[in-house]
Each structure stands twice: as structure tokens, then as C-alpha cells.
């Protein structure tokens, strides 16, 4: 791998993001109003009966930790999009760079947009609501890495299906991260899942995740078992995503790029 | 030896065969020309070369070694073009120069760009978006992206189409001096047969997958026996139409002039035949044959296979 290569990549959607409206506001916008309107319901719903601060945390926490899995697949699938609407693939890999850089690239992308935007998310939860999502800091770094693991893996799964079935599947790379959020538990309990939802929640990282990052946010323990499964579910599922991309590619070439659409 | 050498290519795209055991061969310096009508295999020739394209069988190599082994290393000296790719459509000129740079290995990235801009004169563009730019500035920036790297070998898909005159005279001109100064190699498509013979040495001639001629643009243009033979005439023009109609002999009429294909061999007997018969003509001119003859007796050929 030549770091140039990867900074080249990393550069070409830089520069979209400072042309593109539409980026800023899936960046920005969308989260401060997902925290506007469920901070607003989940205080009224609290002040009906029960604790305020734990249903708000809960919810705002939620939103802020789903910002990094979410950004953390976009960055790959959204990217891949624009390379198929503008028909840039071809300027891409007639030079040397490999398929590895390329995949380096959007997870390094995904990882700097999921700091900037989790970090946005989490001052504006601490400014409407007093909310201290990041109290206990180092704690929830195992968990935050975890997630964004976990977009990487559901990046690669769509960005593969996108590089198979091309713009027909687009919708995915916005929507099919949301297959897994009812059962990440991302803004209520495990517990609170029907039993059956429950059975799929134990191979899903992110729900380990969602649970665990809310212990260290309410008491400050971080439980290692639950980094410990989540870490090796996404170690199986990155190398059967990665391996999934790679033959995505591959079809690809067998079509060529020309034809790519 | 062969700077570029594609060994029995072939590609089937299902019951399809697009490239049909192509081989070809390309010299230090020297600028071949890849030409064929609309999907005769050319394009899918060139991304196999390229390797964005996978072949069904058959092998490429780039200075003696093997371009699906040493990739990373032959497309850092390698670059390609095409009028009918994209650039990213949001990216200023400046912006979709850098990127690329860093996609090579150079030692001064600025100084290229800068250095590109120059030649491709581009510098009125730079800040300007891609997609505000008209079809011709976007394929100078597309053509001068192929540059930045310093390539050894260049393929260029249609790389003047869509060009006003004089920058295409431009862009042909910089290759053959480029050619000149550093010995580039160059695949050269097009559709303007008059660009083919003033700037390659050499033409491939692909038909349904298959190369069925390779020879310089004078020796293709030669084995046509045809030439064309083209009459002014004020006075006798129906007259000189309807003996050609007679003698069975190709013509067709525009304004005062007509124009007559025939074999060479027969043009003196068919003048001395049209002064018999006392059907004068105030000019006369004969046009040898092109590559464009070529191509289109080549093209028929195909169309009647």
C-alpha cells in the first residue's frame, strides 16, 4: 500500500464534500434534527413518568453512537455512488492505485466524518440538554472503535452489491444500514426486543455495542465481555465483507469499467 | 523489443465474442493507430490493455512483464484518455489534477500541474468546475491528465473529438513532439482518418473482434485500387453523368462537379473516352486513395459478413 495513493483518494472526496450541499447536510443537519425532535419526545415522554435524564441519555446517546456506524459505512457507499454517476471508476484504476487503497481510504474517511460528525452531534446534545455523552471518555473508545467497524462491515456489503447491480440498488447505501438498528437496541434496552428480535441481536455487534456504551454512559463500567464478542463478531464479518467486495470487483472487471453503470 | 505486447486477447461477453485472438505489438516510440467502425472491439481491446477489463483469455505485457503480475509498477508509467470517459463532475479543474497526481508516484506535484496547465492551456480554467466547462475544455483537462505522470506509454481514445480545429491541430502536433522529445508510445484511436495518417505509423484495422490488417496508413490506402476522379463542368455535367451511367462507372453529382470512382488504371482511358465523345470539363482533379477508402471498403466488407 503507498500512503499517496490513499491521501489521493481521500483528497478527490475531500473535495466533493466541500462542493456538495447534500454531504454537509447528511453531516450536520440530519443529526441535530434527529437529536432536536427525540431529545424533545423522549423529555416529554420522561416528564409523564419515570426519569427524565436516564430515557434522554438513552435516546440522545443513541442518536450520537448510531452517527459513527452510520457515517462509517456512508463514507464507503455514498463514495462508490458518485464514482458510478459521475463515471469516474475508470480515472481511478487506470492508475496504480489498488483496491486495498481504495477500501483504505473509505474507512480512514469513514473514521475522520465519524469524529467530526459524532463530536458535532455530541456538543449539540450537551448543548440542548445537558447531556454528557462522553463523561467517562475512555471508556466508550473500545465501543466507538466497534461501531465504526461495524459501518465498515455494512459499507462493504452495500459497496460490493452496488459495484454488482450498480445504480439499480443504490437506495441501499442510504437504507440498509437501518436493517440492523431495531435490533442494535440503539435507543432502548435489549430487553425490550421480542424474544425472537432478541435471537438475532446476539450476532449483531452493534448491539453489544448499544448496551454496553450505555453502562459506561449511566455508571461507568465498561463490561470488556461484551468488547470482546462485539470485536469478534466484526473481525468474521469484516473478512466475509472484505471478501465479498473483493469478488464484487472482481464481476466488475469481468464486465469492465467501461460498461460500468 | 515490443514496449507493449498483447498476446492472443480474446473477450466473450456471454454468447458474444468481442475480441476474437487479438495480438498486437507496440514499439518504443512509435504511434499505432487502433481503428475499426462502431463495436469492432477497439474499446474493449484498450481495456484489456488497460487492465479494467478482464480477458477470457490471452495475456498483456508492458516492457517484457506481465501486466495482471506487475500492475502497480507498469500503470505508473502507463496513462489513458478517452474523449467518452468523465471526470468528476463537481471538482474544480485544479482539484481533479491533484487528486490524480497523488494517484502516481512524482516527485513535485505542483510544479506538474502547473506545468500541464501551461501546456494544455488550461490556466484560464483551473478554478472553474468541471461540469461548467464546454465538451471540448473537458477533454484538453482529460488529455492532460494522461500527461501528468510522464507516461511511456499513452492510449488515447479519440483524444481530439469534439476539439475545435486548431486546438485538435494543437493536441496532435504536442503528441508527435512529445513523441519526439521522449520517445512516448502511443495507441491512438479515431474516427478522422486524416488524423490517423498525419500522426501514426502504424494502423490496426479491428473488424468484429478480429485485427484484419496491420500495415503503415500509406501501404492500407494503397491496396485500394480506386481512385476518385472529380470533374468541374459547366456545360456537359448531365451529359458526362449519363455516359458514366452507361459505362456502369460509381459517380455522384454536388453542384457543378462530379465525382467518379474508378479503378487508376482506367482513368486515362475514361478521359480520353469523355474528349472523343466531346463532353469538355473546365477542371479536373484526382483524388488517390485514403485511409478512409480503406476504412470504409473494410467497413463494408465487415457489414456484409
Redesign the interface.
Known sequence: M?L??I???V??YN??FK??LDRQVDAFYWPTVDLVLWGVTSSYIASQGGSVNQLLLMVVSGIVLWTILYRGQYEFTVNIL?EV????L?????????LSEWVAAFSLLGLSKAIVSSGFAALMALFLYKAHIFAHGFLLLPFLFLLLMTGWCVGLVVGGLILRYGTRVQIFAWGMVSIIAPFSAVYYPLSALPNWAQKVAVIIPSSYVFEGSREVITSGILDWHKVIIALSLNVFYLALATAFFKSSF?KV??????KFK | MAILEAKNLSKRFGKFQAVDDVSLSLKEGEILGLLGPNGAGKTTTIQMLLGILTPTAGEVFYFGKSLSDYREEILEQVNFSSTYTNLPWDLTVRECLSFVSYLYDIDDRQGRIKKIADLFRLDQILGKNIMDLSAGQITRVNVAKSFINFPKVLLLDEPTASLDPDVADYIRKFLLEDRQKFNTSIIFTSHNMAEVEEVCDRVIFINHGRIVADDTPENLANTIQTSHVQLLSLKNLEAIAGYCTKLNLDHKLEGKRITITIREKQIAGLLQDLSGQNLSYEEISIEKPTLEDFFLEQSKKGSLR
Not at chain 1, 454517476?85 to 469516474?88: A, E, P, S, V
Not at chain 1, 475508470?90 to 489498488?98: A, D, E, T
Open positions: 503507498r499517496h495513493r491521501w489521493g483518494v483528497l478527490r473535495y466533493l462542493h456538495s458518485e454517476w459521475n463515471k469516474n475508470i480515472n481511478m484504476f487506470v492508475s496504480p492505485l489498488k472482481k472487471l469481468d464486465r469492465g469499467l467501461v
